[in-house]
């Protein structure tokens, strides 16, 4: 069974940088796209940066600039970092995978959330 394991949120101050690691554990065959989505109180969940196995990234406008998308491959594990965070920015950060037990056997994964709260 494949999980995902998130770390590195937490309380910083408007402007200040958090930096987020997702782990993926297990019997892994192959993964494809990782990315964070977050959601705030109130809101619906939203992308915030995928990236592809070949390192192509994608973000929200609202992060351009600021948010960092990152993967290490022989560690299974994808990274966000934060820089000029803002209030805003306030929300449940989660980790999402597309990962393989087997060949051809895709599931899409989810972590169990990590809260970022940025104080004004």
């Known amino acids: 069974q494949v999980q995902l394991v998130e770390s590195g949120g937490g309380l910083v101050q408007a402007g200040g940088s958090l930096r987020l690691s997702c782990a993926a554990s297990?019997?892994?065959?192959?993964?494809?796209?990782m990315g964070w989505y977050r959601q705030a109180p109130g809101k619906q969940r939203e992308l915030v940066a995928v990236?592809?196995?070949?390192?192509?990234?994608n973000y929200a406008d609202s992060v351009k600039g600021r948010f960092t998308i990152s993967r290490d491959n022989a560690k299974n594990t994808v990274y966000l970092q934060m820089n000029s965070l803002k209030p805003e920015d306030t929300a449940v950060y989660y980790c999402?995978?597309?990962?393989?037990?087997?060949?051809?056997?895709?599931?899409?994964?989810w972590g169990q959330g990590t809260l970022v709260t940025v104080s004004s």
């Open positions: 999402n995978a597309v990962v393989a037990a087997s060949p051809g056997s895709y599931l899409e994964l």
């Open positions: 297990g019997s892994i065959f192959r993964i494809n796209r």
């Open positions: 990236i592809t196995s070949g390192g192509t990234t």
